[in-house]
């Protein structure tokens, strides 16, 4: 038994123990089961760079960091692992997977040909309803945009990304997709440390705003192959200059 751990009543698992959350940590819901949540929140920090490739996981401090026991952590690493976010090793431990600039080049080959096809089908396929929520999200997107928001930026600009998906109605498409992204959603994310390459982003959407309006389907591929190709070329060129950076962070999260 770790340290500050209890002895829980019988009948009662660890994975249901209640702990007290931090003020500044959101609630976990109890709809969702509780590795999930845990394997949630592990997912976002590990997009958003706050726990950095190549980083040795130390079990404690992600329990500290998130106030839950280690029954519940090992599960969430467990998902993590089949996601390809996260390796674990019986004689190396945890670790976050590396993301390389090859890695980042290839993924974003493949997604680019993927979301073009998506934007092409949506283009001749698209409902009036389907467009007016495309328009919804996309306003609100600028306005996180115009203030400067990364995080809620994201969050919108990844759902709109993934509405184009879906809306080419291509289950073989949708599921390809959804299983590239696990690994590269952390890459789009470092597409908008570079403020040119963010500006330039939010154009190439308004661009493809404007080909769905005008069911060009052929302007619709066009314009969606080379904001995907672009964004690609950005997450290189942001991870060859990290490169020393990461390195640092993961030695500094194992200390």
């Known amino acids: 038994m770790q340290r500050g751990d209890r002895e829980l009543p019988a009948g009662r698992s660890e994975d249901t123990r209640r702990t007290r959350p931090s003020a500044n ?64 090793s019986q004689n190396k431990g945890a670790r976050i997977m590396s993301f390389t600039p ?28 389907d467009l007016d929520r495309l328009d919804d999200m996309h306003a609100r997107m600028l306005v996180h945009y115009r203030l400067q928001e990364k995080d809620p930026y994201f969050e919108l600009n990844s759902t709109i990304h993934d509405t184009i998906v879906r809306l080419s109605g291509n289950p073989i498409l949708i599921a390809t997709h959804s299983n590239l992204m696990l690994r590269a959603r952390r890459g789009r ?4 440390i570079d403020p040119l390459r963010w500006e330039e982003s939010v154009n190439e959407h308004e661009a493809l705003m404007a080909a769905l309006h005008a069911r060009d389907a052929e302007a619709a591929r066009r314009v969606w192959k080379r904001h995907l190709l672009r964004t690609g070329e950005t ?15 993961a030695d500094d999260m194992a200390t």
Do not use: W
């Open 235 to 249: 997450v290189c060129v942001v991870l060859m200059e990290a490169g020393g950076s990461q390195v640092a962070a």
């Open 189 to 192: 994310y470092m597409a908008i």
């Open 102 to 129: 090859e890695e980042a080049s290839n993924l974003f080959e493949v997604i680019a040909g993927l979301e073009s096809l998506a934007a092409e089908i949506a283009a001749t396929r698209i409902e009036a309803a």
């Open 25 to 88: 940590k959101p609630t976990m819901s109890r709809r969702v089961p509780f590795a999930h949540q845990v394997a949630n929140d592990l997912r976002d920090r590990i997009i958003r760079g706050d726990l950095p490739p190549g980083g040795r996981i130390v079990e404690r401090a992600l329990c500290e960091m998130l106030a839950v026991s280690r029954t519940p952590l090992r599960e969430a690493l467990k998902l993590l692992e089949v996601e390809g976010l996260v390796e674990l």
